[in-house]
């Protein structure tokens, strides 16, 4: 047999592997080894986080609905979220956490992410949740200026309200106190030591201690009581005017109140928008916002207004004068918020009687103008974040 040189052994090795590389392996040939599967890592699942709300996006309660509606003051409605029925009074604290007060609790929102994360029932029975002008449940609201506790004035139907106070830490009702009928407002004092709750339907607000929490009434009226739960004479809303603590509370666009809290005795100013007067706000320098929401007699009186009234420190036996722009608005409405600056007034569109809108008025306080803007369901509870 002829012997192969190892340059022909090195030959045939060369067509044996091409032979694999091009088809069928001979039946000799050893198997080719097999293949590890690599592992394929699939990439983390990402969670998009919430665009941060923009600061001065407008908050209100939609009374209409069961929601609450953040607003970009140019162009409208960006985001809601779901609170309980009927929200009517919010309050902001400097945490971005809003409290909202609707009939059968309060919600409490995260306004930086928009979304509900707590809600904390009454302790007070008010009966089945309902809707409208006289439902019963949580009115108005006010954080103490710590922020350690939110206090909200709780409607019972056919009886005297309910203070009730809330820790704001544990997010439970701590304690409740008897205020009067139909809280519509709920203020706090600068220092944070009282609480005041604006009792429409008796004619009177109650001064509550924060610390012992002891009530004590005090009967506004300056029309007097006559006509009772009918009387449309009431009060409705309050404000804390900052230089003195004293409360502001408007009459028909025809009478301030300037209340004492401390004494119970107060004064009365003339006003000039001769309307029926419910939502008020005052800023740092002292300016009052009143919302005027239309006639009583339509014969007698004008219609829906903004008040602007400021102080004219040139005039006035005690140094002071009162100055008042009346700027008229289109419709009813409810409650008012300010820019920080002070240039823009936003004038909610609910109104709590028949006649409300699904919007707010953007009002300039410089040159008066005044641009409608649609804005949630209802829109009663209003605060600038």
């Not at 009454?122 to 206090?151: C, N, S």
């Not at 109650?206 to 007097?224: D, Q």
Request: include cysteine.
């Amino acid at each position: 047999m002829p012997r192969i040189s190892a340059a022909g052994t090195a030959l045939l090795a060369v067509a044996l592997l091409a032979g694999c590389a091009g088809g069928e392996s001979p039946a000799t040939s050893a198997p080719e080894p097999a293949r590890a599967t690599p592992t394929v890592i699939a990439p983390a699942t990402r969670i998009p986080t919430p665009t941060p709300t923009p600061e001065n996006t407008l908050l209100i309660a939609d009374f209409g609905s069961d929601t609450v509606t953040f607003v970009d003051p140019e162009k409208g409605p960006v985001d809601s979220v779901k609170v309980g029925a009927a929200p009517y009074g919010l309050t902001v604290g400097d945490d971005g956490r809003a409290w909202v007060a609707t009939a059968d609790a309060v919600a409490v929102v995260d306004t930086r992410t928009r979304e509900r994360i707590d809600r904390i029932p009454y302790e007070t029975e008010t009966g089945p949740v309902t809707t409208g002008e006289y439902r019963g449940g949580g009115m108005g609201i006010a954080l103490a200026p710590d922020g350690e506790h939110v206090y909200v004035g709780v409607n019972v139907p056919d009886a005297k309200g309910v203070l009730e106070v809330i820790d704001t830490g544990e997010r439970e009702v701590t304690a409740t106190v008897p205020v009067g009928r139909r809280p519509f407002d709920v203020d706090v004092s600068k220092d944070g030591r009282e609480i005041y709750a604006t009792g429409h339907d008796s004619f009177d607000v109650t001064v509550v201690h924060a610390g012992s929490l002891k009530p004590r009434r005090i009967e506004v009226a300056p029309y007097g009581t006559e006509g009772g739960l009918g009387s449309w004479l009431k009060p409705h809303y309050a404000a804390v005017r900052p230089s003195d603590g004293r409360l502001l509370l408007p009459f028909e666009g025809e009478k301030l109140v300037v209340l004492d809290p401390r004494t119970g005795a107060y004064d009365v100013e003339k006003m000039t928008a001769d309307t029926h007067q419910h939502g008020v706000t005052v800023t740092d320098d002292g300016t009052l916002f009143a919302v005027g929401t239309g006639p009583i007699d339509p014969d007698t009186d004008k219609g829906p207004s903004l008040t602007v009234r400021t102080k004219d420190s040139k005039h006035g036996k005690d140094g002071t004068h009162s100055k008042e722009r009346i700027i008229p608005l289109d419709g009813p409405h409810e409650d008012v918020a300010v820019s920080q600056d002070g240039r823009t007034a936003y004038v909610t569109g609910g109104f709590t009687r028949d006649g409300h809108w699904n919007g707010i008025s953007v009002v300039d306080t410089e040159d008066g103008s005044v641009r409608r803007l649609p804005a949630g369901e209802r829109p009663l509870g209003i605060a600038v974040l």
